[in-house]
């Protein structure tokens, strides 16, 4: 059994007790224990079931490459599944439960899988079921779905807060082990701005549990010494919980800072993400153990050595009570040497090597520990927990030569770097073959914006595994990067390190080597998705021969842990029986984030009532309290319409259409765009920039005007006002401020850049009020002196007027047939003018009307609109406003465009309205059909309609639409379909319904 | 993600506070252009895999358009300059010709 | 000009530092040569203050006048003399060719204030190095703060000024609020 050891646990603190639940169960743990440990010490190994055969599965690391032991974490807003609990640090209150089992984490149903595993090799789901095709909707997806997936997503919100966090160094050192310390004090007394991360709370990484001295010193105090050194250091910020997510172009790094997790209850925010721009990276991010693939290396007790290790020196939590090792490197020897000196028992040290170990197999035997060279595992014995190991020989088939009674195995199948940061941005690897390991190509780093490297790697994570070695490297790597973002290193002396010689590495991707299939369908590679030697080997044959495809067609390396204990033994098997060398086969690509980072410190602050900017007018608040119902347009709320109590949003439309119409309607007109065009070419520039003339508009008038791309593609419209001789005041659509304006300056500043013209956008200084209908002028007369009246200011006319202390400019200018005025005053008065002409308007029976009214109105008349009638591929003469092309102009933007064959095809859909022959309304976007069938054997169509309502003004339905030779059509009946079958029927009109010769607006 | 300077404000800033406009130095063909050349005008682009010019403007900033020149490649960034001049300036052509002997890109080497 | 109201009305909020709505201020772009003597002179004559250089502030009393783009600067004054602050610049700059325009309304000016942790409540948010040795009073900055266009300027060394449209008012506040809650400080510009 696993259990707590009376002595031992660097990390704990014992006097200071902790509860948790795990599956309802009340356990204790301590300060200072991972969950993972804490689980150990209450004997609670089996953890959870795995992916595909439901499998128990325990703890098989103490840290974040764990495959197997995933909880969900948390209760309601705060739950989150898949959540390791070899890096959960224990708190109190703490509550996980396991997952992936029905209906107990003892007793699950769905093991039934495990004994058909037979039945459901690699590929299983790809070949079993293609057909019959519709099933796969219906049958299989539900069924697959039902039963797959990894922990329940969850169904609370967030109560947490997340941020993100800009910050800039000249060096980032990731990975707080002895080599990331010493890389960040070497580049630290450089004079480099230095940022050092550890993901772990603890600084000095693995090689205080290893062992060895550094300047004759135990590693323990050499760390303490060295973070203390570097937390006076001005220029060095430290930091724990936090780990390098990602190295991205241009020394672009995330750093996933765990900020309360381990003390929830506080307040402040549960992850920062640190979106770090650094000139040097240096990667201390040490390496990880491989397991090996020997059958039954899945059973609950089979760890690697040096979590083992791990657990009984930082931990005090012994994972059994007997222990046999089986390894092909020395670093093994120190865990059987780390239990044995605790009083445990080792039966057997494994090592696959004929020649044996070095300096420490020697020390291991005179412990008296005994040692078989050259053997291997054959098979383990147990169900939920190691029973037993059948030992064999490593070079043969498995035949068992003794049985070996244990309940934990620690085995270690070498090292390898933790290269992902290195290779996220393009770092390449090699291959070593005296290590047995892929390490960074040094000369193939990841190059920076001045197109120099970026990356470094220092200590384990370079391919060192020897104590000095890594000092060494991590002393070069922060100098060098320090010396690359222009400070000078300082000549110190390198810290030596000292650790017992290892004898080298033989690499084991089989055990035994001849293994046969029923020991190789036992033997897995990747615990968390269940993928075994055989399945991977099926691949090969089945001719899955790119790592790549190898690995998407087994799910080798596809779960949450991304393969970091699989994806080596994965390929080296792959090698193997594709008769290659490992670096011809070579790796999968690493893809940040290095583990999962939470979906909420991605979104950062993007999240509630900041999840986007919402842009309100000076008048939001006065809709708000009124009832507004709101459209969103663009990033701007608009009032849709404003229902009084019990009215429908329908009925509210009609009504705020026929007030307006009859009396007087107010909208809120401040959305539009409005930029100043000012010198001695603007009026050469706004020519180019509209289709029609602008420079003939004479100061005082305003001329509604069309806007083309290059392509020839109408993409705004609006009106134009001249202010004075050199300054114009373009309006644009609500949506085309900011990407009108732009457009301008793109032009002004690449093509015509010597033509003096200025450009300024003016939309939010105005609050825009439209005041409109048969009593706009009697309202707007009570609210000031100036003279307003009909010759004062005719239509399409401006002036400055004043009203009370507000001073406006009114343009009387219509888009809805109307007699209207648009009036704008200066933004932080909008709200005043807005009340000040509702009270004034009282009288009248002032209507507000909102965007659908203004819809309308303007369909009544025939207006277009901006992304109804046009989308993007819509030119003006599809629309009947010809007139509003100038055929002076010798160019203009788009000129050259309605020039070409396409545009000039008489054949192109043109605008007419369409009557329905009930008076019903049309849906909008509905095609109109033609005889016959296209190539797609699909209806052909003649025509769509591109906006539609319900006029009360007339009482019917009325539409606009694009049709086939629609102008030469007038009286044609067309057919649209809808999407129940029926069909409408619409007789093709002239596209105003309403007041065609304006009497309305020029009163 | 990126980083540029903006020639026009100095400012060294990460692609957010930027916007791409597309490959640089294209002349415009207006009326009276063949068929040919606005049709070359409008839509051939070269997307070179390696030394590329390309527009950008400094969207979140001070809004002037600049150009750089960078390669796709590795990213790397030889310089940006100016948005006003229908050709890469003498400099930063020689800066490429440095790291990268023999490269041409339409009708500049 | 009584019924004139900012788009946060006074809003504040006490978080780790304070954020605040500073009310309307008079903003006027001046678009133009800024090499020209005409104009150095108009502006002068508008503010009492010389030229900016490069992405920097001048600031004396209750004028300021900051570099925008190589040929923009953003004028700041009181909010009632908006207008005396357009026509000053206007005479000043007659017959020469730029572009004056009143944006008072158009914007919205914030400030965190209250200590160091100024820096970090904007390093949240913007994609600037806030650490002294590379921001600090003098400079002014626009960049993007989250999702929309921003600039800040540090009147001094514990507090930092922000200038947005008046529209995303609101979602600035709060953007700046949230990032100044208690308990999310970082410690890193201390």
Known sequence: MSTRLANGGRLLNKAQPLEFTFNGKRLKGVEGDTLASALLANDQMLVGRSFKYHRPRGIVSSGSEEPNALVGLGEDARFEPNQRVTTTELFDGLTCASQNHWPSLEFDVGAINAKLSRFLPAGFYYKTFMFPRSFWKHVYEPIIRQSAGLGRAPRDRDQDSYEHFYAFFDVVVIGGGVAGLQAAKAAGEAGAKVLLMEQTPHWGGRAPVDGGTVDGQPVDKFVDEIVSKLETMENVTLRRRMMGAGVYDHGYVLGYERVKDHRPDSIGPRHRLWRIRAGQVVTATGAIERPICFSGNDVPGVMLASAVRDYAVDYGVSVGDRTVVVTNNDDAYRTAITLKNLGLEIPAIIDARAGGGGALAGEAIELGIRVENGKGIARVKGNKRVEAVEICVQAGEGAALETIKCDAVAMSGGWSPVVHLWSHCGGKLLWDDEKAMFRPDVDNAPTGAGGEGFVRCAGTAEGHLDLDDVLKSADAAGKAAAGATGHTPKRSKTPVGDNPREAGIEPVWLMPQGAGVKLRMKAWLDYQNDVKVSDVQLAAREGFESVEHAKRYTTLGMATDQGKLSNINGLAILSDALGQPIPQTGTTTFRPPYTPISLASIAGEARDETFQPLRKTPMHGWHAENGAYWEPVGAWRRPYCFPKPGESIEDAVQREVKATRDSLGLLDASTLGKIIVKGPDAGRFLDMLYTNMMSTLKPGRCRYGLMCNENGFLMDDGVVARLDEETFLCHTTTGGAESIHAHMEEWLQTEWWDWKVYTANVTEQFAQVAVVGPKARKVLEKLTDDDISAEALTFMGWTDVTFGAIRARVFRISFSGELSYEIAVPASQGRAFWDMVLQAGAEFGVTTYGTEALHIMRAEKGFIMIGDETDGTVIPQDLGLDWAISKKKTDFLGKRAQERRHMSDPTRWKLVGLETLDGATLPDGAYATAEGNNANGQRNVQGRVTSTYHSPTLGRGIAMGLVLNGPDRMGEVLEFPKVDGTVMRAKIVEPVFYDKDGEKQNV | ?109 | MSESVSALGGASHEGFVRAEDMGLRAMITLRGDLASAKLRKAVKGATGLDMPEQRRIAVADDRSVAWMSPDELLILGPYSEAGTLRETLEKGLAGEHALVADVSDARALLRVSGGTGVREVIAKLCPVDMAAEAFGPGQFRRTRMAQIPAAIWMPDEQSVQVICFRSVAEYAFNLLRNAAAPGSETGLFI
């Open chain 2, 1 to 109: 993600m990126l980083i540029l300077t903006c020639p026009c404000c100095g400012v060294t800033a990460e692609e957010t506070e930027f916007h791409g406009g597309g490959e640089a130095h294209i002349k415009r063909y207006g009326p009276g252009s063949s068929d040919d050349e606005f049709h070359g005008y409008l839509f051939e682009k070269v997307n070179p895999k390696g030394v590329h010019f390309e527009r950008w403007r400094h969207a979140n900033g001070c809004g002037k358009w600049f150009h750089a020149a960078r390669c796709t490649v590795t990213l790397e960034v030889f310089g940006t300059y100016s948005a006003q001049t229908t050709e890469p300036p003498q400099d930063i052509k020689d800066k490429i010709s440095a790291k990268r002997p023999g490269w041409s890109w339409r009708e500049f080497a």
